[in-house]
């Protein structure tokens, strides 16, 4: 008798514990949009202490990834060499598109792309001065001469369009907001297609890290300033694609910055210290040393 109480305690205690994990599982995959729960109160909790649907929730509500609309494509491009990504935005519709940060070395895999899909690049756009960004627009603009050439007017560059702080740029039903975000260089932007959720951060964010500030016209406390007021008081969920990444990450977002950035999550005179304290060794070949103000054309 008492072995057979022993194994229906058991039992029922299985039976409320597969109960607490089936409601879990359910507001997971309501989470991700894979499920609809049968009811939108949930009681069940996990563990002693958090109840399954604050966890879920709060989860989804930081990383659950926004649908595109049918007009938006996007193609992210590496270059192995230098670990720097060159984006190719469009609109599927009108064909319109741009790209941000081509590298010269690969610009011929850029142009094939293009021809291939059959859209018209209108801009060619910078998200700084560097050179290993920069020196592919000449080529470029030989191939596409209808491309116009972009970069900030602090850069001191010449270029078909110098943009500011608040410009537009509009690609077919697209638009790209220019944010200024200097502190890696004076002449960083960041641009951001508020409709389609994402940011274009070049070298002023990565991906758990930023751009160094010892180079010429580097500073940490503008560095962080622009960080902080240009890209994280974006919506958390936006998606954040940088410029370059050394670890083969592809895309964060603002909240994953915000809360796993070592840098970032330190205050601004400790995000200070570190930035002038990196002791990080300079490139040889000058190609990152200097930002170049020459003709962009």
């Not at 270029?159 to 960083?188: S, Y």
Request: include cysteine.
């Amino acid at each position: 008798m008492s072995l057979f109480c022993t194994t229906l305690r058991f039992g029922v205690r299985n039976v409320r514990l597969s109960r607490q994990t089936s409601s879990c599982f359910n507001l997971s995959s309501w989470a991700f949009n894979l499920t609809k729960p049968s009811t939108t109160k949930a009681s069940v909790s996990i563990g002693k202490y958090l109840p399954a649907n604050k966890l879920c929730r709060s989860f989804s509500t930081h990383i659950e990834r926004q649908p595109h609309s049918e007009h938006f494509f996007l193609r992210q491009l590496f270059d192995r060499e230098s670990c720097t990504y060159t984006y190719l935005l469009a609109d599927a519709f009108t064909k319109d598109a741009v790209l941000i940060d081509p590298v010269i070395q690969l610009i011929d895999r850029d142009l094939e792309i293009v021809k291939e899909l059959g859209l018209n690049i209108r801009y060619a756009l910078s998200t700084h001065m560097h050179s290993d960004h920069t020196t592919t627009v000449q080529k470029l603009k030989k191939y596409l001469p209808l491309c116009k050439t972009a970069i900030s007017a602090a850069s001191g560059a010449t270029a078909d369009v110098l943009v500011r702080h608040g410009d537009i740029i509009r690609i077919g039903r697209l638009n790209l907001e220019v944010r200024a975000t200097p502190g890696h260089t004076n002449c960083c932007v960041t641009y951001v297609c508020h409709e389609e959720g994402v940011a274009f951060t070049g070298d002023t964010l990565l991906i758990r890290g930023c751009g160094r500030t010892d180079f010429d016209q580097g500073d940490p406390e503008t560095l962080y300033n622009s960080i902080y007021n240009q890209i994280f008081s974006l919506p958390n969920t936006h998606r954040l694609y940088p410029g370059h990444d050394y670890r083969g990450r592809t895309v964060t977002t603002v909240y994953e910055e915000k809360r796993y950035n070592p840098r970032l999550t330190k205050s601004r005179e400790e995000f200070i210290q570190i930035m002038n304290t990196l002791n990080l060794a300079h490139a040889t070949d000058n190609q990152m040393e200097h930002s170049l103000p020459d003709s962009f054309k």
